[in-house]
């Protein structure tokens, strides 16, 4: 911890104290929290790796240096960092008056318990701090083993699909058990002489699957048998040429970006309850008339808006006070239709916080009335120049919404594994209006090849007509289909 005047350290630890019991007092829940006060280019490496402790790639090296360039000519400033963790840390920037403290803390605190409550971080692991710098020292290990070279090689290829993960892998799609059970040749089904009948225990048949495999006529197993959305995993348990190192660093980037995924879905929602909890429990504290204009410009900076993106702060804290003022006060209109008796709106806020992500977060609660407030709407590219082309609100809440879908990225499954009988492998976009980017694509796909050992193919839609396109290991090239 960077060393501070004793008055200033005595200052800042009483405002700690006071803030988090205020903030237990409104009813926030998180873990036992730890700060540490950092100078700018340590709390801005840690702002480029995601993390106090990770591996090294030049992916990080590149983002610390525009993060830190638009730090020091005053274009952007990081205030805080927070690690979901159990103990949470969080780090301040050195520099900062008492009164940014004050709101920064109360800012994580807001933080810290929306990653306890929610329920989409409720698998992530929350030793990866420890996590990552065992990984990290294992690559440095491959490294010294294999080629500083080789190894950078392979991360470039892997950190290039890092977000083709499926988050949602535990759940599993069960199999038609009329139409499997009817195939079934070993008197368990139609093919026995006899209708199976359901019982509790059905599933318990699929521990027995291999036997069929002697008395059924099956036709050949596509390989997968269904889509895989989780491409990382698919390429490290399958890829034929893969040493055990490269394996273990596709499983390390994978849990990596399964740790930050989450964040990925609830952007939006974390920004909006931690906005919402600092401007409240600032508004319980003691401040001079310095402090609270100080505090007043520190937030309208943080809620300010912009022309062409989304502001997550401005935009989660409107619809959260939004939800409690039409929980607190409903319409008779609200209280006929819905049975809403009044006065729950922070029980309401707390109960949203626990159970949804952006997708259901904004479809529920983003309502007309909002979106006509903040004037919000879509825009494309015409000409050379940013046009708007709908205002009309559910096309509004459904163009955002959709670009939120799969944390914003394109969806690709794997098709077939073992395409053309040669091992080849398959992909397939799955489409839904937005068109993946060429140039992007192709630089993409030697990424995979070098993965997957063997030629790779992507079908999508370019200008509404279905396309393959396919590196061979030495060009790309592409057909319409």
């Known amino acids: ?67 830190k360039t638009q730090y020091d000519y005053n274009l952007s400033r990081i205030y805080e960092m927070v690690i979901n963790s159990d103990p949470c840390y969080a780090f301040l920037l050195e520099g900062n008056s008492l009164i940014q403290n004050k709101m ?3 800012h994580v605190l807001a933080h810290c318990d929306f990653f306890k409550n929610n329920a989409y ?20 290990n491959y490294e010294f083993n294999y080629g500083k070279e080789k190894v950078e090689s392979f991360l470039d290829a892997v950190i290039s699909l890092q977000e083709h993960v499926d988050p949602r892998q535990r759940i599993r799609q069960r199999p038609k058990d009329d139409e499997e059970q009817k195939k079934c040749g070993c008197g368990r089904g139609s093919c026995g002489g006899h209708q199976h009948q359901k019982t509790p225990y059905d599933d318990l048949w699929e521990l027995d699957r291999s036997e069929c495999q002697g008395h059924c006529a099956e036709k050949p197993k596509k390989f997968p048998a ?3 959305k989780d491409l990382l995993t698919f390429i490290m348990e399958n890829a034929r040429d893969l040493e055990d190192w490269q394996r273990d660093v596709i499983a390390v980037i994978r849990q990596e970006m399964l740790y930050f995924w989450p964040q990925l879905e609830t952007k939006i929602m974390n920004e909006g309850w931690a906005t919402y909890w600092h401007l409240r429990i600032m508004r319980e504290m ?33 619809i959260f006070e939004d939800i409690e003022k039409r929980w607190d006060k409903p319409t008779e209109e609200e209280r006929k239709k819905y049975g809403r008796p009044g006065g729950e709106g922070r029980q309401k806020i707390f109960e949203v916080r626990e159970t949804e992500n952006d997708i259901s977060f904004l ?72 068109e993946l980017d060429v140039f992007y694509l192709e630089r993409t796909l030697p990424y995979v090849y070098r993965l997957w050992g063997r030629p790779v193919h992507l079908e999508t839609v370019v200008d509404n007509k279905k396309v393959l396109f396919t590196y061979n290991g030495e060009k790309n090239s592409k057909k319409f289909l």
């Open 1 to 67: 911890m960077i060393a501070l005047a004793r008055d200033e350290l005595s200052l800042l630890n009483e405002a700690v104290e006071k803030i988090t019991a205020k903030a237990g007092e409104f009813g926030l829940d998180f873990y036992n929290m730890y700060f540490e006060i950092c100078p700018a280019d340590i709390i801005y490496t840690f702002g480029a790796y995601g993390m106090p402790t990770r591996f090294s790639h030049w992916t990080f090296g590149k983002a610390y240096h525009k993060m």
């Open 104 to 106: 920064v803390i109360a």
């Open 121 to 140: 971080f409720q698998h992530t692991a929350r030793y990866m701090v420890e996590s990552m710098a065992s990984a990290a020292e294992r690559f440095r």
């Open 226 to 228: 269904q889509p895989e």
């Open 286 to 318: 003691d401040m001079t008339e310095d402090e609270a204009v100080e505090f007043a410009k520190m937030h309208a900076g943080v809620i300010e808006t912009s022309r062409m993106r989304l502001n997550p702060y401005h935009l989660g804290l409107k």
């Open 363 to 434: 479809r529920n609660y983003l309502t007309r009335e909002l979106i006509e407030e903040m004037d919000l709407y879509l825009y494309k590219k015409v000409g050379y120049d940013w046009k708007v082309s709908d205002k009309e609100w559910e096309k509004v809440r459904d163009g955002i919404v959709a670009g939120l879908t799969n944390g914003g990225f394109p969806c690709i499954v794997v098709e077939d594994g073992d395409f053309n009988k040669r091992g080849e492998l398959y992909l397939r976009h799955c489409y839904e209006g937005i």
